[in-house]
């Protein structure tokens, strides 16, 4: 069963930072591109951050760049997001999400609230 578990959000201030962490199991991590999403209530989805398998050649959203950055590390089958200068506009619910060939998996997410 594959499973991949989102932690690290919270409550930060304007300028504050944040370490998100997704944890995979059930799959070959390093076979997947991990990617970050961002969602808010009534908005679609959006893509903020993407990593290849291998790791290499990263693609962030216009809105987080210079500000974000997506790493990972296969021997530990985790992708991180370190977030910093956050402002109030990246509150969100952030999920990983595992692709490989055909096949996707979602984490459940985790909340990130920027706010004074």
């Known amino acids: 069963q594959v499973q991949l578990v989102e932690s690290g959000g919270g409550l930060v201030q304007p300028g504050g930072s944040l370490r998100l962490s997704c944890v995979a199991s059930g799959l070959t991590f390093s076979r997947y591109t991990m990617s970050w999403y961002r969602q808010t209530p009534g908005e679609t989805r959006e893509l903020v951050a993407v990593i290849p398998s291998a790791g290499g050649s990263t693609n962030y959203a216009d809105s987080v760049k210079g500000r974000f950055t997506i790493s990972r590390d296969n021997a530990k089958n985790t992708v991180y997001l370190q977030m910093n200068s956050l402002k109030p506009e990246d509150t969100a619910v952030y999920s990983c999400?595992?692709?490989?060939?055909?096949?996707?998996?979602w984490g459940q997410g985790t909340q990130v609230t920027v706010s004074s």
């Open positions: 999400k595992a692709t490989y060939s055909l096949l996707t998996y």
